[in-house]
């Protein structure tokens, strides 16, 4: 036993042995004759081992050092000096910004750590690189996306630029209060629905900022491709978070940007190390598995973990063992030595072995303290940003390692509750001020004062002279674009308006009409059909080879059904974005269309056609966010409702898109039941939005059901805008009671069916209302409500709903989706108010069988309004019991919404 130990140990100390020899030689190779030699050979001793050179794996994450040599670190063109002292104020004014909101008012919140590690690289962005433009509509500016936490120091950078004041500056967080006191408020992060003229694109909820950028990119290339826009010289930039890369939209269109060769996107990611809980990766690191990621997508990577003083530390690493030792140190680890000084940092780092603590035997604690890393290292950042923006044919990702809280010294450097920190002690406050050499006497840091340099300081000077070679101030959001007029609805949409009883669904005559505008002369280039895999549903294949799918490959294929009049046709030109099975993609895509007008000068038209589940269900944060950056275009929610929608079962029949709608406060919601409705919706919102600017996109479902259209006159096209508009009325001199009806989308049909049964078989008369939105309704009069009860005394607003429900009877709702939507109207119909609606889980069978299930077919609202009738007594109860008898109504069943 003791033997068989000892040969076992021998084997392993010669393994050891072998292992250190090995080592060795390849440490020797990558620092005499560098590291692509180095990549040579261990590619070499792969092809000996028999991989397949085209699955090493160990390619995909390299030694924990600089990817760019010093020998290939291009030259910092700027003043350290002056870009250290700026950057230095600009920390200052950040913090200073937060605390004053927080002392002044303690729960406004705000970030002081995450600006402190990022400050660096946003300077030398902002001083280099980010590259602004005027309002002329070929200007080519930089399109620059901000990690939201950060804002105080794009804050801070613009005061200093005299686009804010100090007292903007402190009204942060509290931009209601500003406006009182005629100041600008601050966002708390960037939305450009509450600073139009300043923020560009919202990146408060994380993912969205990454994904959105990558669509971004790519739509400058469908401008440039479709002959709408020279884009060629223009970048979009993403500063981001290594936390927020584990948000799943931030990552999931990675291999898009490689495939599309975007190598007009430049990723930086803030490798503080940290989120908010605690390490990003406390036992592995995060560069290692993103560099891997993102290699593995087809990006170029590019590691800045190291500042200028370690150059010569590892020109000391001769046997390799710093380049080891940082490749065995964990993030965790990491993060306990940024909070820690240079003697924890001697002792615990580089006294982990005798030839590392002799490399830094000649640095004092304090040197080694100021060891920085590679995103604090403003010539450092340089070199990367440059090697980044000059890379060809891929996407550049650069990893930035930093100290999360940088400068917040033994107060909130690389500690674990850093990320939520709003405040500093007055020592710790000196502190910050003395590292880094704040021009302020200790009585302007007790009194938190902001530092500005004298206008003619050489500190401004070069502030100012750097944004004017780069074209003027960032983040700047332009709100001007040419007009483009909009074609008569007669050109595209007479068959709709005019049906006469044809037989078609609210979908064809849809991609009928968006076929026609697509051939408008004028209008036709800037509509963009958009589709996440489903254009067949929809029944858009005819589109794909008249107007083509875009692609900037073009078609290197002979497509299958080539001889086809649906062909599968991809184009350079080609208008439609087929997005594949993402509608996070679609909809980012949808987003950089319909905000054209403000990012690149050019109004657009998109149109997303979507299931209506996948919508606001599964995407509604990015519609949320689209909402703030004002877009302007179509979202189409097809095969909409929970019963119009047959076969599809549970997952995919939706009842309350509509309802989320209502909450997004510029998105115009309509549910139409007529193509004809459809046609004036869709022509009302062209026109706002491509010719009155208005702020407004619009939800608009429709459903696969076909029936007979009807014709409209267009005394009704107001209404229809307004949400509500009288479709018949329908009476007998038999008829002793009335009610009021309503319908909206495919359930109209059931209303008017139930119209005509109340008159025939229980002499009730009706007026039937197709209610296009409900929201729109509900917006009106709560607008209406509340002027009335501000104005005592002054003659009664009336709303649109109360103009049309104007007597007493009673108001039966039935719909295709929840009770809630319709319910939005209750406050406002002062008379016996009845709403069916479709709550609980789909089912996949027949219409008929599933409108029966949830209680919205033309027996249940004959009953309702039966019931209503004699609740204001009315009629008896006889009746009632009558109907429910005659239609087989199961009464004892359990509601649908709890089966
Ligand atoms: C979707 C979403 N989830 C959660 C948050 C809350 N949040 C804001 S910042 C943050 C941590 C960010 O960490 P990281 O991306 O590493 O950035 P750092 O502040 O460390 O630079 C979190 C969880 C958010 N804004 N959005």
Known sequence: MGRQAHVVESDDNRDQQELEEWSEAFYSVMFNAGSDRAREILSRLQEIAGDSPSDRHTDLIT???????????????????????????????????????????????????????????????????????????????????????????????????????????????????????????????????????????????????????????????????????????????????????????????????????????????????????????????????????????GWHVIKLLWGSDWDKLFKRDTDGILRRTLSATVDGQFQTFAANNGAYNRDNFFGQNASLAQMVSDLSDNQIDRLTRGGHDLEKIYAAFSAAVNHTGKPTVVLAQTKKGYGMGSAGQGKMTTHQQKKMSHEALLAFRDEFNIPLSDEQVENLSFCRPAAGSDEMRYLNRCRQILGGYLPWRRNEAEPVAVPTVAEYGRFALQASGRAMSTTVALVRMLGSLLKDNELGPRVVPIVADEARTFGMASLFRQFGIYSSLGQKYEPEDIGSLLSYREAKDGQILEEGISEAGAISSWVAAATSYAAHGKRMLPFYIFYSMFGFQRIGDHIWSAADQRARGFLIGATSGKTTLGGEGLQHQDGHSHLIASTVPNCRAYDPAFASELAVIIDYGMHAMMEHEEDFFYYVTVTNEVYSQVSLTE?????????????????????????????????????????????????????????????????????????????????????????????????????????ALPQLLSQYIKTDYCVLGTDGFGRSDTRQTLREFFEINRYHIVISALHSLVVQGKISEDVCRKALATYHINVDAAPPWEC
């Not at 009806?741 to 008017?752: D, F, P, R």
């Not at 607003?797 to 007597?807: E, G, I, K």
């Open 715 to 819: 005394d009704v096209y107001p209404d229809i805008i307004k949400g509500m508009y009288q479709y018949s009325s329908l009476s007998s001199q038999k008829c002793q009671a009335k009610v009021n009806l309503l319908g909206s989308g495919a359930i109209l049909k059931e209303v008017i069916a139930a119209s005509e049964m109340l008159r025939d078989d229980w002499e009730v008369g009706s007026n039937v209302w197709s209610v296009t939105s409900y929201t729109e309704l509900a917006r009106e009069a709560a607008t209406v409500e509340r002027w009335n009860r501000f104005h005592p005394g002054r003659e009664k607003q009336v709303s649109h709903l109360t103009q049309c429900l104007r007597n007493n009877d009673p108001v039966i709702a039935a719909s295709d989706y929840v009770r």
């Open 63 to 297: 030694p924990y050092v600089n990817s760019i040599t010093i020998e290939k670190q291009a030259s910092f063109p700027g003043d350290l000096v002056l870009e250290e002292r700026l950057t230095a104020i600009m920390r200052w004014n950040a913090l200073v910004m937060v605390m004053k909101a927080n002392l002044a008012h303690a729960d406004l919140g705000g970030h002081i750590a995450s600006y402190a590690s990022a400050a660096d690289l946003f300077e030398v962005g902002f001083n280099h690189f980010f590259r602004a433009g005027d309002s002329h509509p070929e200007s080519q500016p930089d399109l620059v996306y901000f990690q939201p936490h950060s804002a105080p120091g794009i804050y801070a950078r613009a005061f200093l630029e005299g686009r804010f004041t100090e007292q903007d500056l402190t009204y942060y967080r509290q931009e209601i209060t500003a406006r009182k006191a005629g100041a600008i408020g601050l966002s708390s992060y960037p939305h450009p629905w509450l600073m139009p003229d300043f923020w560009q694109f919202p990146t408060g909820s994380m993912g969205i900022g990454p994904i959105s950028s990558i669509y971004q990119a790519r739509f400058l290339r469908y401008l440039e491709h479709r002959g709408i826009k020279d884009t060629a010289k223009q970048r979009v930039w993403g500063i981001f978070g290594d936390g927020e890369m584990d948000e799943p939209e931030s990552l999931s269109a990675l291999t898009l940007a490689a495939r599309e060769g975007l190598d007009n996107l430049t990723w930086v990611i803030n490798c503080n190390l940290q989120r908010l809980d605690g390490p990003v990766r406390g036992n592995s690191r995060i560069v290692d598995e993103l560099e891997a990621h993102f290699k593995g997508a």
